[in-house]
């Protein structure tokens, strides 16, 4: 059984006078997550604490579950169990975010991304909608394992913007893919391998949008313990300037 220890911090950042950001962390249920809501007032918290409990509340529910189990959506052949519960969370949140904001105006247009990750049976899975990230750490070298879903993530795979120059773009907050209501979000779904020693990031834009690659991976290298890797990392991201509220769960595989 695979055994992992864990840490998470989330800050506001340096020039939000909220966090509209929200996390999960249920070692119990091996469920993992890392929401950064968007939409006025306070619509992107809402959005994010939604997707959050939704998915949570799902992957407790279905901890028991096996393929015959009635799903609210057509179960994927092409994923495994652990895979297809994550998808059935998102979409379920998805739908549960359009029903809200039908019954209030006031968090109409509210969003939010999610990145996950689930230790069940079998392989680790990711799963995520937006541009928070999940990224391996593995004997010091450091891997993005998630695509950003939005308009600076596609010109750097066209090979139009580089990292850097993505940092800086005015359009590096458009994303274009969220949990917005509406149709049943694509969901990128991957199983994982992963190692004893191996650690695991989990972040939103806060940090990835303003920290680089090469720093996060020294951060993480250099760091004794999970909670200091954290606390680093939120620390590197408002001495880039903190634009954005900031969320870090930083994960160890102890026993793989």
Known sequence: MM?????????????REGNEDAYCRRPEIGLYMV?????GHAAGEVAARMAVEIVETFIHDTKEADVNTTWPFPYDTALTLDGNRL????????????????????????????????VGRGQPVIAHVGDSRVYLWRAGKLQQITEDHSWVGEQIRAGVLSESDARRHPWRNVVTRALSGGEDPD???AAIDVLQGDRLLLCSDGLSGVVA???????ITESPTLEVTCQALVDAANAAGGPDNITVAMLQVDVA
Request: net charge neutral.
């Open 87 to 118: 998808k059935a969370a998102f979409r379920l949140a998805n739908r549960r975010l359009s029903t809200a904001m039908e019954a209030d105006e006031n968090l109409r247009g509210m969003a939010t991304t999610v990145a996950a990750l689930l």
């Open 187 to 189: 969901v990128d779904i």
């Open 35 to 39: 929401a950064d809501g968007m939409g």
């Open 213 to 219: 690659p090469e720093r996060l991976e020294a951060i």
């Open 3 to 15: 055994s992992l220890s864990s840490a998470v911090l989330s800050h506001p950042g340096l020039r």
